[in-house]
C-alpha cells in the first residue's frame, strides 16, 4: 500500500502540479494501492475552495483503503519526536503521526516534505520523494490524460 501525503496530493490536484507527482500519484490511484489517512483527508478537503470541489475531494477520499491513525501511531509519534528532537530536528505532529501510521502498516509514504525524508533517517519510515524521484520523467508525453 501506498500512503499519499497531502503534499503529493497538493500536486496532482494542481492543474500544472509537478508532473511527476502527478504521475506517480495517478499510478498509485489506478492501481487501488492508496491508503487514505484521516489526516491527510482534512489536509486536502477541508480546503477545498467551493461546495463542489469539497465533494469531489470526499468522494475521491472515500474511494481509498482507510489507515487511520490508530491509538498506537500517537505513541509511536512521540516517540519518533522525541528521537527526532534529540538530533536537533524539530518535525511537525501532523507528520508524524501520519509517519508513525505509515510504519505500522508497512506502507511507502509519497510525498515532498523534507521533514519525512528526516524521519526516515532514524526510523524504519520507508518513502518516496516525489519531488527529486529521477524514475518519473521530467515533462509529459503528449497523450497524458488529466484527471
Given at each position: ?7 503529493a ?118 518513502c ?13 508525453p ?6
Amino acid at each position: 500500500m501506498i500512503l499519499v501525503d497531502s503534499s503529493a496530493w497538493i500536486e496532482y490536484y494542481r492543474p500544472q502540479g509537478l508532473y511527476m507527482a502527478r504521475q506517480a500519484v495517478a499510478e498509485a490511484v489506478r492501481d487501488d494501492k492508496v491508503a487514505g489517512h484521516g489526516i491527510v483527508r482534512v489536509e486536502i478537503v477541508a480546503f477545498a475552495r467551493n461546495e463542489k470541489e469539497r465533494r469531489r475531494l470526499a468522494s475521491d477520499f472515500a474511494a481509498f483503503h482507510e489507515l487511520g491513525p490508530l491509538e498506537q501511531d500517537f505513541d509511536r509519534a512521540i516517540s519518533l519526536g522525541y528521537q527526532l528532537r534529540r538530533e536537533g530536528f524539530t518535525v511537525p505532529t501532523t507528520d508524524l503521526i501520519i509517519a508513525a501510521s505509515a510504519i505500522r502498516a508497512d506502507c511507502i509514504l509519497y510525498h515532498l516534505d523534507a521533514h519525512f525524508e528526516q524521519i526516515a533517517s532514524l526510523s524504519e519510515l520507508r518513502c518516496r520523494n516525489l519531488g527529486t524521484d529521477s524514475s518519473y520523467m521530467m515533462e509529459p508525453p503528449a497523450e497524458y490524460p488529466s484527471h
